[in-house]
């Protein structure tokens, strides 16, 4: 392949820039997983990642992609055939839905658009529906990575809540972890989901389950068949910082680094970071004149931002000359929006100017792909964020 | 932690070495998993990985552990319940046993003393005695890293062919892939489970399964739920480079170097220089005194060496050592043999010094611990490779 | 030091951004540069950088900075006390000249208000006065890193072919090689001076020396006494790819890296590529309202733009402002225009959206700092790379 | 060229092994050299360093081989045409005089046979010869790195202090410094002459000079034209931890990681891990027959251990086998004693192990080439090794 100058724009929603120091701190020998030294790496790595999730219970990390982690959050937690509520907010939420449903529980989905979180009074509803209990989970996907859209957890907690009723909250935090607020005790998720790609800035290749102690009741209860994601034998042998089998070193290296990095930074300036660089995408967009595919202003990520692009235009070919002429990766429309809208990551490790050459590559792919829009949309964002940074 | 100067001898029986040239091909940005420069990656690891296991059937690449490849090869080709014949040859192939009976199928183990391979006989009469088929599938370490003892893998496959048995033959290959000939379709291997950090040379986090045409067809008709090891979605994104959740992309990097390494040094090299680098360290236990675990010198393993510390004495004591003293990592005892022995790893990117430093490190570390052995085992080891070296 | 997410933005006027690919090439363990290996590298380097260079002559390589380089042309063409003819163009022209007369060289500077390169006229009027033909050697900075004025190199040959002038023509493509055409055969240059750390893409560390038949004629007249610079015994041990002492084998390992990415993309393009990236920039600045110290068009560099601020700013207030705000070093003002300019560098491993994000800075950065300017540079330099998208 | 299995042995007596964790903080984007982040690493190193010479006087680090930090010591203190007093012990004494030499310095080579350091005797008689104190700095070697020979440094000092000479006392630390105990303050050594490639385990391209007071009182006098090595310049900009021209960055960056790694494992013990590791080589070399190029066993090298191999043997015949069947490079035999000794370098990041691999390779290889030999040398080696460990 010729050579192309400078960096990859990489503006996917994850897998995100991996920053240098992590990829340095993965390239190194791997040690014995059986010794005193690997013994200290992952007392860090499983203390350590408690704090991201904000929570005090354990963690539990596979060498998994978060589909790995999803199947174990069901697998460890319920009873072949039981039953499973879940909404269909966009692909990931679709795509967990299915998963259940191979793995034979018995899933309702309640359907939607795609441009919303999960709203609570169709939540409610479900709930008291269900007299019976025979829901034993319910699933959210606090931010969408399809379309761009946060669901309101708490909002989902006080609902069960109020339902009095005893279903298991999972919420998927694969594109907010580290990113958007996620507070697991407080909001009394019982297993979170979470990837390494996104957020937390390494390579895909770990996948996460937060739990709460009625997750882990529940595991006792447990009798679905399970092997590699059994949480059993990991709880036990991560209290002396060991795992049950060899475990992906050379990325827990790197979550090493991540978490070092997050105590520089600071979990509340991180989550403000992300704030002000999706304000500064919308405010581009705005102006721009494309539609978000999250219809909720409250609702908006802070992570991802997707843009439908005008009837007659395919995402697609936006994105191939983004590629090819600027050296962009952005995201594809997925599932009900493919073809239709596009996404811009701005996820992980990132700051101003690069998500000024960001929206500078966006704003020339409009302009070659012959979309109409309103030049100035970079401006726009310089304005924020320059406001911003007066401020600040 | 004091520094310790010069290399860490890592020579446990894997994680192995990792060479700088594939920590460097690592060590890059991720790029995004749905792009066409990813796919040519896919498709190089995913073609060229075949060539390692001798197939010419698909090898699908999961982004785990071995563990979860054993998993991948059950919950795929067997039903709920299934019955399936296993041998206690050592540790690993006891823990598989052990997972697929918590995964719900009935397993027979035929007990072994840890210092045999799968004896045939034992095999045929096993076989003999299932006469209405029941038996579903054979488990097979093609190399004990507990022990450093190989099993006759064409021997077990002549035993299935003479007994007419259809069960499907499953061969853990963790320790052998890429260091001792292994031929997935002349032997007519069904499932073959591999990862990543023993042979390959990568640090550990993938794993894989190379198939055959009946495992495919056994995998039609499985009806164990499945989601994560599902091979059907991987199959099938794998016939354009992709995969259906996000890959573990930098491994992939180093997989596609460590592709390129084999292509240059070659396979038959580099079985051949497993299985002199293994003589002289037996040459050097023999001079010793010390007892191999391995009872039978035609199932000495090329990749591990297990030695007995004589009654009295602690193997842990001894590897603890060495590491304090010279900076080198031996392999534990395990289950049977905790205590009892200690392991030598001499498997993936080893030569004539770093096997010669390694004897060095054991010899010295056995004076210092007091235990009995004959001096010179390095120069008994030194003479065996001179000879070598000079036939070559 | 907090830590400061995403990346640095270095487009200072070098040393510039290395591309990955280059940093990793050279994180490998150093080889002994007495052997085979060490010399089919020398070698690679050595032939490689000659097209570079546009010659066919030998190049010397360094480990120095170019500041040696400067040392190594003087003293070894020129003997103790000759005659130097040098152009007050700016500050590295001023340095060089200054560096000539702690050597002991007589040096004439033509005075200059560092807006221009050498005037022709001035050059030709000083060679008549010349008739004795005393000056033994011309110095032109083929770019002025400080100012962002490139000299008319063709221009000064003719100039000194006109006058049948004899002196050496020395040039100094420390911030041009491999980024603005220079040839160095064609323009019958003697002795060219190059740096590792702008075009080629390297870290500091190497310097370079381009000759021509006639330098090596004056090398083998000059008295002057030399060690480490001297080229004969480069000379000599170059021809089999070895060095007199010690190379600084990993910058080598980078060169070799950074030479096959230039035949990837090609001199051409990378020239075509700079001058386009260089454009962009000017588009934006005009915008702003800012004026260029390279005051005549003709000279406008290709890989460093000089802006002055208007009076009653600090250049390296805005800079600060820059470096602390949006994590961006820009090059500071030197000598004469300390203070009142600031230097945008556009040199080496840059693209669209690299140099997007950082006008995004530079006119965020003149709005914190209250610097009269006109919005919508960045918006000027887009319209010019979308036109020059299409056209492409 | 076809895959070499396992790492290299770089046995050489420099380059030396670079640890990974200095290749991995080179790794990284170079910075602006001129930002508060440069002023930060500048002062590290600068500070750092004059820890490692045991001086509090300034150590000056320039961008070159040893080679340039040689003509700095001369061009620095000296003025054209003064008399030097030099000693032919090895080669690059011989060089160091020669360099002199072409620099239009008048030396005075006392003769040597190459297997013996300075002797005093012949230091005193030729100072007493000089009474007119023409001479103005005698050069040492405190360790020929071409014959594994220390010269007694505090010899020289007394013998100089004895004569009442005041000629300045110049030191090569090349090899020795950070391995084997150099004090430059209580020895009152003028300027010393330090490489970046051996004791301090980073690649090639940084060399310094560590001062006295009297060395920057010579330096005030000093006449002889200088540019690229002039001290003036670095020790004014070294102050705010800036450099006068464009630093080597990311060497720097390897040096402030060495320094770390001198801090964690202690200056001391470094000196007492050569002392060991040499003395262990020594007893293999005795236990082969094999005659040490140095004569008297005070002047025996802890970096280095040149061996002669028997008349009618070449020793590149040796190193070549070696290399070829064991990928070790060891050291040529240079000047007198090329082509009848051969050099096995134990200097830097080095460990019993490591060098038990080496004396293997060494071993091996005398048999191999047909070379009379004891075999039972890695043997004596580890008898040694043994003993000190279990006094440790």
Redesign the interface.
């Known amino acids: 392949?010729?050579?192309?100058?400078?960096?990859?724009?990489?503006q996917?929603p994850?897998?995100?820039?991996?920053p240098?120091?992590v990829?340095?701190a993965?390239?190194?020998?791997?040690?014995?997983?059986?010794?005193a030294?690997f013994a200290q790496l992952g007392l860090e790595c499983l203390n350590g990642i408690k704090s991201v999730f904000q929570t005090s219970n354990p963690v539990v990390v596979?060498?998994?992609?978060?589909?790995?982690a999803?199947?174990a959050a069901m697998t460890n937690t319920l009873n072949?055939g039981d039953r499973i509520l879940a909404f269909e907010i966009g692909q990931f939420a679709t795509l967990w839905a299915k998963?259940a449903g191979?793995?034979?529980f018995r899933v309702d989905v309640i359907p939607g658009d795609w441009r919303h979180g999960i709203r609570m009074e169709e939540l409610a509803q479900a709930l008291a529906r269900d007299s019976g209990h025979e829901i034993k989970a319910v699933f959210a996907v606090h931010n969408e990575t399809s379309t761009g859209v946060t669901t309101d957890i708490p909002g989902v907690r006080r609902t069960l809540d109020e339902a009095k009723h005893p279903a298991l909250l999972m919420v998927d935090t694969i594109s907010s972890l580290a990113s958007i607020d996620y507070r697991h005790d407080e909001w009394r998720v019982d297993v979170a989901i979470g990837?390494s790609?996104k957020g937390l800035m390494l390579?895909?290749?770990l996948a996460f389950n937060a739990l709460s102690k009625r997750a882990l009741d529940a595991n006792r209860q447990s009798k679905f068949?399970?092997?590699?994601?059994?949480w059993g034998a990991m709880l036990d042998n991560n209290t002396r910082g060991y795992f049950?089998?060899?475990?992906?070193?050379?990325?827990l290296y790197g979550l090493r680094e991540s978490l070092l990095?997050f105590q520089?930074?600071g979990l509340q300036a991180?989550f403000a970071?992300h704030k002000k660089l999706a304000q500064a995408t919308r405010c581009a967009a705005q102006h721009w004149g494309l539609e978000m595919v999250a219809a909720d202003p409250s609702e908006y990520s802070n992570t991802v931002t997707a843009l439908f692009v005008p009837d007659g235009f395919r995402e697609q070919d936006l994105r191939a000359l983004i590629?090819e002429?600027?050296?962009?990766?952005l995201g594809?429309g997925l599932g009900k929006v493919a073809g239709r809208a596009f996404r811009i990551g701005h996820i992980g490790?990132?700051?101003?100017?690069?998500?000024?050459?960001?929206?500078?590559?966006v704003?020339?792919g409009l302009?070659?792909a012959g979309i109409p829009y309103r030049?100035?949309g970079?401006?726009a964002a310089?304005?924020y964020?320059?406001t911003q940074?007066?401020a600040?």
Request: proline share 11%; net charge neutral; aromatic share 8%.
């Open positions: 392949m010729p050579y192309k100058p400078g960096r990859h724009f990489l996917i994850g897998p995100s820039n991996v240098d120091r990829l340095r993965m390239d190194r020998p791997v040690i014995d997983h059986r010794s030294e596979f060498p998994s992609s978060g589909t790995g999803w199947e072949p998963m191979n793995l034979g990837g790609q390579p895909p290749g068949p399970k092997g590699y994601f059994d049950p089998y060899t475990p992906a070193t050379n990325l990095i520089e930074e991180i970071r590629l002429k600027f050296n962009m990766s594809a490790d990132l700051n101003e100017l690069m998500l000024g050459g960001t929206l500078c590559g704003e020339m302009e070659l030049a100035g970079v401006n310089l304005r964020l320059t940074a007066k600040s």
